[in-house]
């Protein structure tokens, strides 16, 4: 899932980060929002305790792209450069080259890392552009098995960070409650998928959509 996600990242670099007079005319910001998930997906790769693909890269990789996102608050000249050097890393990665990240030297705290605004952004691709109408029908269901499992996965992953040490309202429980009920609906999203249950996928991106509503009324980003 976090291979499959970092190819469609990049698809989006490629368009972000082209001219500068389109970085500044607001590519900026979609890049700012890409690299912010870059970053938290190298955050779960260095946390992970197994072995998988960038795992010795994680920490570097996590903390440049963190740093490259924090700046995409402008379309500076600047920015731009050090977005076409972020676009080239993810390039190299995917064509199983090495790319030379040094991590923080700060103590890591997720905070750091990733924003709530560009996650929130994320889970409702997930969630509303994605999730919601896939699992309207057991015709829809059937045909977007694969994307529909992505994206569980993806709000899985993301709810558990909101709830991380240091994430804004990470702390409060009545916060950290929405984050864990999407989690779990997240999860049977997962296994409807395995269990080819179009109903049960129907039931979960309904209690995904009810937490996300829930929370909005009490917290924005």
Same mark, same amino acid.
Not at 171 to 193: F, I, L, P, T
């Given at each position: 899932?976090?291979?499959?996600?970092?190819?469609?990242?990049?698809?989006?670099?490629?368009? @972000?980060?082209?001219?500068?007079?389109?970085?500044?005319? #607001?590519?900026?910001?979609?890049?700012?929002?890409?690299?912010?998930?870059?970053? $938290?997906?190298?955050?779960?790769?260095?946390?992970?305790? #197994? @072995?998988?693909?960038?795992?010795?890269?994680?920490?570097?990789?996590?903390?440049?792209?963190?740093?490259?996102?924090?700046?995409?608050?402008?379309?500076?000249?600047?920015?731009?450069?050090?977005?076409?050097? %972020?676009?080239?890393?993810?390039?190299?990665?995917?064509?199983?080259?090495?790319?030379?990240?040094?991590?923080?030297?700060?103590?890591?705290?997720?905070?750091?890392?990733?924003?709530?605004?560009?996650?929130?952004?994320?889970?409702?691709?997930?969630?509303?552009? %994605?999730?919601?109408?896939?699992?309207?029908?057991?015709?829809?269901?059937?045909?977007?098995?694969?994307?529909?499992?992505?994206?569980?996965?993806?709000?899985?992953?993301?709810?558990?960070?909101?709830?991380? $040490?240091?994430?804004?309202?990470? @702390?409060?429980?009545?916060?950290? #409650?929405?984050?864990?009920?999407?989690?779990?609906?997240?999860?049977?999203?997962?296994?409807?998928?395995?269990?080819?249950?179009?109903?049960?996928?129907?039931?979960?991106?309904?209690?995904?959509?009810?937490?996300?509503?829930?929370?909005?009324?009490?917290?924005?980003?």
């Amino acid at each position: 899932t976090i291979e499959d996600e970092i190819k469609a990242i990049k698809l989006g670099v490629d368009k @972000d980060v082209d001219k500068p007079s389109q970085f500044s005319g #607001g590519g900026y910001q979609n890049a700012r929002y890409r690299f912010s998930v870059v970053a $938290s997906l190298f955050g779960i790769i260095a946390e992970y305790d #197994g @072995d998988v693909r960038w795992k010795s890269q994680s920490t570097g990789i996590r903390d440049v792209f963190a740093r490259t996102a924090a700046n995409c608050k402008a379309g500076s000249i600047q920015v731009y450069n050090e977005a076409k050097l %972020r676009k080239a890393d993810l390039q190299d990665l995917l064509g199983g080259a090495t790319v030379n990240a040094t991590a923080n030297p700060e103590d890591f705290s997720w905070d750091r890392i990733v924003d709530r605004a560009p996650l929130m952004q994320r889970l409702e691709v997930s969630v509303d552009d %994605r999730l919601s109408p896939m699992t309207s029908n057991a015709t829809e269901f059937q045909g977007n098995k694969e994307v529909i499992l992505h994206e569980a996965e993806m709000v899985a992953a993301i709810a558990h960070i909101l709830t991380r $040490s240091g994430m804004e309202d990470g @702390d409060d429980e009545d916060y950290a #409650g929405y984050a864990n009920q999407m989690k779990s609906a997240a999860r049977e999203m997962v296994d409807a998928v395995k269990l080819n249950d179009a109903d049960r996928a129907t039931s979960a991106v309904g209690k995904m959509t009810q937490s996300c509503t829930e929370c909005h009324e009490l917290y924005r980003s």
